[in-house]
């Protein structure tokens, strides 16, 4: 299972740095980034000059603070994340994220999410700087 999660990650790294290729760095500019947004939810497990990773947990029924996706990044669902994300403007979606998933993100400036299952919705974010 270990090994499994590592090369999903491997992957999505590699996915991240294909994807910035001949692409500008964006910056969000109205929310902080997650893990300053909602440090309860959302901490930076790794980190070097080239990526961040930052580890989400969100208990049944938690609706995070409002934050930002301020750079490209990836999602893996460690476990299954039905949420509800609450946009800026006010616009509601509903996404049944399966465990397994792996998503890109575009820039963010600012939003919520809300975990609407029944158990511990965890992911983890790949952002390369």
């Known amino acids: ?13 590699m996915m991240i740095g294909m994807a910035s290729v001949g692409a500008t760095a964006q910056t969000a500019q109205t929310a902080e980034p997650t893990f300053k947004g909602d440090p309860s939810v959302y901490k930076v497990i790794f980190e070097d000059a080239n990526f961040r990773v ?7 029924g938690v609706h995070d603070k409002p934050h930002g996706h301020p750079l490209p990044s990836i999602v893996y669902n460690v476990t299954d994340c039905p949420s509800k994300v609450y946009a800026a403007d006010g616009k509601v979606t509903e996404n049944n994220g399966k465990a397994g998933a792996v998503t890109a993100i575009p820039v963010i400036p600012s939003h919520s999410a809300e975990n609407i299952g029944t158990s511990v919705c965890k992911q983890i974010f790949i952002e390369k700087k």
Not at 1 to 13: D, E, Q, S, Y
Not at 54 to 60: D, F, H, L, N, V
């Open 54 to 60: 930052i580890e989400g947990t969100r208990a049944a």
């Open 1 to 13: 299972m270990k090994a499994t999660i590592r090369n999903t990650m491997l992957g999505a790294v």
